[in-house]
């Protein structure tokens, strides 16, 4: 027996608690201004009962942030992630990123204080291919997925065929869409997707969207090996219509900056992937 609810401050910073038996994890950590009301969230849950992990499926500020105000609460808890995440977060730049968009995040949802935690996230426990977190009975498989960024990661649970996914897979969109999220190479992408597609998960927890089960986690993945590729083959149709830079990252603006997206998704956090992605997606097809 296990559960999983959404503990998010704010939309887009979402979180999942993870509530085995015998251990509680949380499932990335949001922004950092929506931190202390998510720290709320998960007291009401847990009471006494203490919060055993923070795991990170990758670096993103609105995945990482939260966890610097985690370990107030619970000094025992400990943050795992990938052993690339670990580097990222100890990055000056990249924590200067994370500020800037974290600040931008708080303006957005209207919080006009919080107290800048960035120079203390860190990862305690770096994990890599085929390590296990214990969560008592339950085991999570670390399944490395890069694609979105290098740093992601998905934990598996064999026994009760749950995935607790990382936007490599990419986000639903709405509408049966998947906006694919690849930001370090397409190819490297797909055969994370392709991976975790085969695990046959039964439920699958989606990040900003929380749970799908049955029929649902099913058709989630389906359209998300879909409109990974159709991605891809569009960006490639428009190259050889000779589409530049601007005009490609217009046309897929339209399609995926759906308001079912813009809820969980500022469009300055759009824009930034965006700009990552599609450079990258004409690099890879000018070469081939
Ligand atoms: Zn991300």
């Known amino acids: 027996m296990y559960t999983i609810t959404n503990v998010g401050g704010t939309p887009g910073g979402e979180a999942f608690l993870l509530v085995t038996e015998e251990k ?51 000094p025992d808890a400990r943050v795992a992630g990938s052993v690339y995440a670990k580097k990222i977060l100890e990055k000056p730049s990249a924590r200067a990123v994370i500020r800037e968009m974290n600040d931008n995040a708080a303006l957005l949802a209207g919080i006009s204080e919080y107290e800048d935690r960035t120079d203390r996230l860190h990862i305690d426990i770096a994990v890599s291919e085929g390590d296990v977190i214990g969560l008592g009975t339950m085991k999570l498989r670390v399944i490395p997925a890069p694609g979105h960024t290098k740093c992601c990661t998905a934990f598996w649970c064999e026994e009760e065929k ?70 891809m083959r569009r960006a490639r149709e428009g190259r050889r219509a000779g589409k530049n830079e601007a005009e490609l990252a217009r046309e897929f603006k ?15 956090a759009f824009d930034l992937n965006l700009g990552y992605t599609i450079p990258m997606l004409i690099r890879e097809i000018d070469g081939e």
């Open 24 to 74: 509680a994890a949380l499932i990335d950590s949001g922004f950092a201004c929506s931190a202390g009301r998510m720290v709320a969230n998960i007291k009401d849950i847990l009471q006494d009962r203490p919060l055993d992990y923070v795991l990170l499926t990758h670096s993103h500020y609105d995945h990482a942030s939260g966890s610097a105000y985690v370990q107030d609460a619970w």
């Open 162 to 231: 749950l995935l607790l996914s990382c936007e490599t897979l990419g986000v639903p969109a709405g509408g049966g869409m998947v906006m694919p999220c690849y930001m370090v190479g397409y190819g490297l992408a797909m055969q994370s997707v392709e991976r975790l597609a085969a695990l046959g998960a039964e439920k699958i927890l989606t990040p900003h969207r929380g749970l799908l089960e049955g029929e649902a986690c099913t058709a989630f993945i389906e359209n998300a090996v879909y409109w990974n590729k159709e991605f």
């Open 254 to 268: 339209e399609l995926f900056y759906t308001p079912f997206m813009a809820e969980v998704q500022p469009e300055k």
